[in-house]
């Protein structure tokens, strides 16, 4: 069987490439004013590290086919992973912020084609069962998200330097090298070359497929910008609001995360038994009435209670809404999913870029501008089912 625990066991070092990436993205968010003291500059300016990581990590996703053409994945994937390690131990001893924000675009272009090839590879798996596959794979993220935050704080609350964090990624990516060294298999994947012919002449055919694969590539943007404001963003949101600590924060992080994780256990459950665009109608609503809550709390209490519900409805949203775009057409599935990591790489940049410009006029709005988001992907996953089903009657 192609299903059992042996296949899944082997993608380990898959899943945790997601892990990884998390703990670049989310480890930095409740300490963007230490940094700040660090460089001498505001914080808010500083949410603009996370674009330095999306727009190299956009970049890497583009140009990974250049070098799956080229060269065997796994050796693609142990390469950069041992230059990831380096750049690791260079962010630990910088001390210019122009020189903080290269490495970081650096590493962002590295975790980019680590992060296509780990789902090419996990969508060329012989498990049948995709979803299930990408509900594990992405539920490594929050669990990235988990563990980092509160070692930041806790060093940071101690009196030690927050730079002390790069030992612990350092270890992790040398972690990365041993475990795809030894648990993967070489397995053949398709010629990247032969995919772009087959795409440009045969995939994007059939109109109804098309107009799906869109709704799914923006139902993708418009969800990563308010994920990204409570993760990356609400932390100093509510630190500069006098409301919450640096321990705090990183305790409002890692339980939202951990009701993300959670959330996607428990729904894994049910996903093929509903169809997968309803559930996600009901996680948007639970996911909208909790956020428009939260950015009205003034109690750590009422935080904490809050995110975590924010949490349970964000949880699947990610591998159903990435598992349907990558999964559309049966073919170029590498690339469909390359394609709709785009889309999450856009919708990071947008959200960074939006924080860091509207908290300079109002701290507030930066915030809101989740809700805003949310009720866009509300209105985009409507649509999406009113499609369904017209072309369903239209079909019979």
Not at 148 to 177: C, E, H, Q, R
Not at 222 to 231: C, H, Q
Request: positive net charge; contains cysteine; glycine residues 6%.
């Amino acid at each position: 069987m192609n299903d059992n625990i042996k296949n899944y066991f082997k993608e380990i070092p898959n899943y945790l490439s997601f892990f990884v990436f998390s703990s670049f993205m989310i480890s930095l968010s409740p300490i963007l004013i230490e940094i700040g003291k660090t460089f001498s500059i505001d914080p808010r300016d500083l949410s603009l590290i996370f674009a330095s990581i999306t727009v190299g990590g956009i970049a890497g996703r583009l140009t990974s086919f250049f070098y799956r053409a080229r060269f065997n994945n796994l050796h693609i994937i142990i390469t950069a992973y041992s230059l990831l390690s380096i750049l690791v131990i260079i962010l630990s001893q910088i001390r210019t912020l122009a020189l903080f924000f290269i490495i970081y675009f650096l590493s962002g272009y590295l975790l980019g084609i680590i992060l296509v090839i780990a789902m090419e590879d996990l969508l060329e798996s012989p498990i049948t069962n995709k979803g299930m596959l990408i509900n594990i794979a992405t539920s490594f993220f929050p669990l990235g998200s988990i563990v980092f935050p509160p070692l930041v704080s806790i060093l940071v609350k101690n009196g030690y330097d927050w730079k002390y964090l790069y030992y612990a990624l350092f270890s992790m990516t040398v972690l990365m090298i041993i475990l795809y060294s030894t648990l993967k298999r070489y397995r053949k994947h398709p010629s990247p070359v032969k995919e772009q012919r087959l795409i440009l002449k045969g995939i994007f055919t059939d109109r109804r497929n098309n107009i799906i694969f869109i709704i799914m590539f923006f139902c993708l943007m418009l969800y990563v910008v308010p994920e990204f404001i409570l993760s990356n963003w609400s932390p100093t949101f509510y630190r500069m609001e006098s409301i919450i600590g640096v321990q705090s924060a990183s305790y409002m992080l890692s339980i939202f995360w951990t009701a993300i994780i959670i959330g996607r256990i428990l729904f894994s459950f049910i996903t093929g038994r509903i169809k997968s665009r309803y559930i996600m109608l009901i996680l948007v609503l639970i996911s909208l009435v909790s956020t428009v809550l939260l950015i009205f709390s003034k109690s750590s209490q009422s935080i904490y209670l809050l995110i975590g519900l924010a949490g349970l409805g964000y949880s699947a949203l990610y591998p159903l809404i990435l598992s349907a775009g990558s999964t559309v057409y049966k073919k170029g599935r590498g690339t469909m999913a390359t394609l709709m990591l785009l889309s999450s790489g856009i919708g990071v940049s947008l959200a960074s870029y939006l924080t860091r410009t509207i908290s300079k006029y109002n701290m507030f709005l930066s915030m809101f501008m989740a809700v805003i988001f949310i009720t866009m992907l509300l209105v985009l996953i409507i649509i999406l089912i009113f499609y369904m089903k017209i072309n369903k009657k239209a079909d019979t």
